[in-house]
C-alpha cells in the first residue's frame, strides 16, 4: 500500500509586496485506494497545496513535510516525483507547440518505466483509452494541447492518468469548464484509473458535482490555508446545501 502523507505544511511565495504565506499548517494523509476530496472558496489554498506536491517552484516551503512511501517528496525534482509515481493534472493544461500528442505521450511513458512500452501493444492501449474518453482518432498528430477547447485538454489529462498508471493523482479542479456529457466521460476515466491501478486520489474541486460521479472517501474544507474541517461524503452534501458561510464565519 502506498501513502502519501502531509505534515504541518506552511507554503509561501513571493509578492511585490513581499513573502506571503498562502498554507499555514496542512495536515493530510491519503492511502492508495482512496479518494480525497479538497474543497472551499477561491483563494482557500487548494491549487497551491497540489503545485507545492509536483514540485512548481514558485512556492517555498517554509516548514512542514510532504513523504510519499516514506521518501522525502520535497528533496525529489519534479522528474522524480513522477518516476516515484506522482501525478498531476492541471487546472489550466499547457500547449506544447512542435510536440504531437504521440511522441509526448510514448516519450514520457519511456522516461517513467525506464524503457520504451512495446510500439505494437501500446499503439492499441493509447488508441483504446482515446476511444474511452472520446478523443478523435486525429488527436493523436496532432501538438500537445494546441488549439484544444478547455474540455479536449481536460480529456487529455486523463488520457494521461490512464496511461502513465501513476501510485497517485492530484486532480486540480478537473471539472473546471467542463460540460455534463465531458464531466461524465472525465469522470469515468478517472474511476477506471482509481479501480486499475488501487490509485490514490486527491481530487481538488470547488463543487459537488463531480462527487456525484467520483464518490470520496474523504472531503476537507480548506479555509484560509488550513484545513477547518475533516469529514466522509456527507459533508459535501452540506456544502451543497449551505456554502463555506459558517467556515468563512468562524475564521472572520
Same mark, same amino acid.
Given at each position: 500500500?502506498?501513502?502519501?502523507? *502531509?505534515?504541518? %505544511?506552511?507554503?509561501? *511565495? !513571493?509578492?511585490?509586496?513581499?513573502?506571503?504565506?498562502? %498554507?499555514?499548517?496542512?495536515?493530510?494523509?491519503?492511502?492508495?485506494? #482512496?479518494?480525497? +476530496?479538497?474543497?472551499?472558496?477561491?483563494?482557500?489554498?487548494?491549487?497551491?497545496?497540489?503545485?507545492?506536491?509536483?514540485?512548481?517552484?514558485?512556492?517555498?516551503?517554509?516548514?512542514?513535510?510532504?513523504?510519499?512511501?516514506?521518501?522525502?517528496?520535497?528533496?525529489?525534482?519534479?522528474? #522524480?516525483?513522477?518516476?516515484?509515481?506522482?501525478?498531476?493534472?492541471?487546472?489550466?493544461?499547457?500547449?506544447?507547440?512542435? $510536440?504531437?500528442?504521440?511522441?509526448?505521450?510514448?516519450?514520457?511513458?519511456?522516461?517513467?518505466?525506464?524503457?520504451?512500452?512495446?510500439?505494437?501493444?501500446?499503439? @492499441?492501449?493509447?488508441?483504446?483509452?482515446?476511444?474511452? %474518453? @472520446? *478523443?478523435?482518432?486525429?488527436?493523436?498528430? =496532432?501538438?500537445?494541447?494546441?488549439?484544444?477547447?478547455?474540455?479536449?485538454?481536460?480529456? $487529455?489529462?486523463?488520457?494521461?492518468?490512464?496511461?502513465?498508471?501513476? @501510485?497517485?493523482?492530484?486532480?486540480?479542479?478537473?471539472?473546471?469548464?467542463?460540460?455534463?456529457?465531458?464531466?461524465?466521460?472525465?469522470?469515468?476515466? $478517472?474511476?477506471? +484509473?482509481?479501480?486499475?491501478?488501487?490509485?490514490?486520489?486527491?481530487? /481538488?474541486?470547488?463543487?459537488? =458535482?463531480?462527487?456525484?460521479?467520483?464518490?470520496?472517501?474523504?472531503?476537507?474544507?480548506? /479555509?484560509?490555508?488550513?484545513? +477547518?474541517?475533516?469529514?466522509?461524503?456527507?459533508?459535501?452534501? !452540506?456544502? !451543497?446545501?449551505?456554502?463555506?458561510? =459558517?467556515?468563512? +464565519?468562524?475564521?472572520?
Amino acid at each position: 500500500m502506498s501513502s502519501l502523507e *502531509i505534515k504541518d %505544511l506552511h507554503v509561501s *511565495i !513571493e509578492t511585490e509586496q513581499g513573502s506571503k504565506e498562502i %498554507l499555514k499548517g496542512v495536515s493530510l494523509t491519503i492511502n492508495s485506494g #482512496e479518494i480525497h +476530496a479538497i474543497m472551499g472558496p477561491n483563494g482557500s489554498g487548494k491549487s497551491t497545496l497540489a503545485a507545492t506536491i509536483a514540485g512548481h517552484p514558485r512556492y517555498e516551503v517554509t516548514s512542514g513535510s510532504i513523504t510519499f512511501d516514506g521518501e522525502d517528496v520535497l528533496e525529489m525534482g519534479v522528474d #522524480e516525483r513522477a518516476q516515484a509515481g506522482l501525478f498531476l493534472a492541471m487546472q489550466y493544461p499547457v500547449e506544447v507547440p512542435g $510536440v504531437t500528442m504521440t511522441n509526448f505521450l510514448r516519450t514520457a511513458k519511456t522516461a517513467l518505466d525506464g524503457e520504451a512500452p512495446k510500439l505494437r501493444t501500446w499503439t @492499441k492501449e493509447v488508441r483504446d483509452a482515446m476511444e474511452l %474518453l @472520446k *478523443i478523435d482518432a486525429d488527436f493523436a498528430s =496532432r501538438n500537445v494541447n494546441e488549439g484544444f477547447s478547455g474540455g479536449e485538454k481536460k480529456r $487529455v489529462e486523463i488520457l494521461q492518468l490512464e496511461l502513465f498508471k501513476p @501510485k497517485f493523482a492530484v486532480l486540480d479542479e478537473t471539472d473546471s469548464g467542463l460540460d455534463i456529457d465531458a464531466l461524465r466521460v472525465v469522470s469515468e476515466g $478517472v474511476n477506471r +484509473a482509481q479501480q486499475n491501478n488501487d490509485m490514490g486520489t486527491m481530487l /481538488i474541486t470547488h463543487y459537488t =458535482r463531480i462527487l456525484n460521479y467520483i464518490k470520496p472517501d474523504h472531503v476537507h474544507v480548506f /479555509i484560509d490555508g488550513r484545513v +477547518a474541517e475533516h469529514g466522509g461524503p456527507e459533508l459535501a452534501d !452540506e456544502l !451543497e446545501a449551505n456554502g463555506y458561510d =459558517r467556515f468563512l +464565519a468562524a475564521t472572520a
